[in-house]
DNA sequence: CTGTTAGCGCCTTCAA
DNA sequence: TTGAAGGCGCTAACAG
């Protein structure tokens, strides 16, 4: 069994209580050659503080818990890399967990999260709706979204400017000439993939284009769903010559389908990865800072426990604020010359 | 602040003891009309039980940590699926956590950790040794490692088969004529790279075949790492024609350098990817059960927390059995067509 | 089957 | 500056 608080104060010769302020607060209200006593005490005995029991006492566990829809996504996991490093920085250690794409999973699992004391969640919703996550923020946990939003969820923030960067996206097309410009997958029910899709209509309404009404194919966010458009796409009666995938699956997706054809066509898509240098049909990429949001949502989540602790909580319960991260167009070619700075 | 046990208890006209038992044990030595009772209790009172108090007294919080080299590696996510998954389904809680590739900060998050009372931890060491986990499972906290192998600890572990499938790999390319294969990439004091190069000698071996020194071109196991070694091994006086790629980070660095030249070449490696298909000089992948390694550390590192909860831990401790799990290779075009199964 | 009684290990007023 | 004492919310004997 491990040692305890009460083994130090005896071999340092003092109370529990003198321990206990010599390990937590540092030198605050303990006499500097009693603390030193303590420590050298705590480390012969190979002491390690207990966390569960300090938790009951202190109702804080230094944990925030981050949900994802899927793990094995390379921007969900870039803005977690971003969110863990600043979290651990801060004392705090990450709970990561996956809802599978699933509210109802993703509903469990913050239920549990919750019961299991974390001082806050940040939350990539899997679906529209957030009544649920609204639930525990009225719980007195700490709730902010990334990436997504969720309606009924009166809680704060952190995405990107999607609206602007499908719209940059669909600029860069029509600046090239290009005017039968088709809309590729997204589920109408995740915000991004509706943001993206009105960023896109803005841009041909600008230009005075009314696209055929086959070209704005949605349904899906994966890379079957990609797939699939891209093939009902080409098939239709009148089909487009290039396209804005809704995200990098569903780009992939629709790389996939290309490569089977013997079609020519231009795509224009959100994020970038490793491999993206080799999708030939590739023309620009709209860049999310996935590593900064996370960034971001980290700071927001400490702010929220930082004045719940403080008592300072009421008056920002109807946060709901959303703050928006830039994203940037960048041609394919530069990237895939970026390649010799390897 | 939350309801508590007792809230409930005096609800509904009992003692705490009898609501714990209705509420953790079920219906185990509780009357049937005592349990509904205090059921409907905690119901209509909204009553959360609190794992931390719990925890303090059942000395476990049904928690099991997982630790990577890194988040955003689709393979490590897999993994981490399967795992997830099944430990949920036992009741668990899964704990994600990154070492940024630095076993000394894998030291410092396990025994974290380790503090915060996970009950058990499967890990994918950073480096080659594994005296600190030693040094946990030492403090009695069950541990598991995945894919790769560390120096110094004896603990159970599951990983892939590596020797015989890098065998097979450059089997396959030997059956097809290539006589000239070189090894890329590869940091030796991981465990996998180790095994993959020893499968690789083998095979040449075995077909009485000396390579170039130049053609074993190792060092590390990332994208640029790839694209250096190619680049290195391409430009030696007397270049292979084929290749066997350490993973495939590095064989994605292999196909970047290739993608700048008008070199003609023939690569095998491990692992797929939604974007293998998109690899032109790739022939052959060796793929691996991730997930099903994920299902396989679960169950082991479930095991160890049961059988130290049960007592019979001891003479278990000097495990270090490692499960090997079968490896298989497929062709690069059976990837391809597996496209028209989107 | 149910209630009483003790803590789990730590923190935190309140006095000294 | 330090110590004594009383819990945090829950579970686990042990009686009844």
Known sequence: MGKTIRD??????????????ALAQGTKGVAEGTRTRVLKAAESLEYRTNFIARSLKTKST????????????????????????KLITDGYTMLLASSGNSTEVEKRRITMLADRGVDGMVVIPAGSRGDHLQAIADRGVPVVLVDRLAEGAHVDAIASDNEKGAFDLTRALLDDGYRRIAFVGGDITVSTARERLSGFARALAEAGIVPEPEWICLGGMEVQD????????????????AMVAVNLLVHLGMERYLLGTRVQAVIA???TSEYTPFLPACRYIAVQNAVEMGRSACAKIIEGITEKKSGSFPQETYGGRVTRLPVTIIRHEEEKNGTKSL
């Open 226 to 241: 990609g797939y699939r458009r891209m093939k009902t796409v080409l098939e239709s009666p009148n089909p487009p010559e």
């Open 269 to 271: 898509g959100f994020d």
């Open 62 to 85: 230094m944990t925030v818990a981050f949900i994802v829809p899927e793990l094995a996504n390379n921007f969900f996991m870039d803005v977690a890399e971003g969110m863990g490093e």
């Open 8 to 21: 130090v104060a005896t071999l340092a010769g003092v109370s529990t209580a003198t321990v206990s302020r």
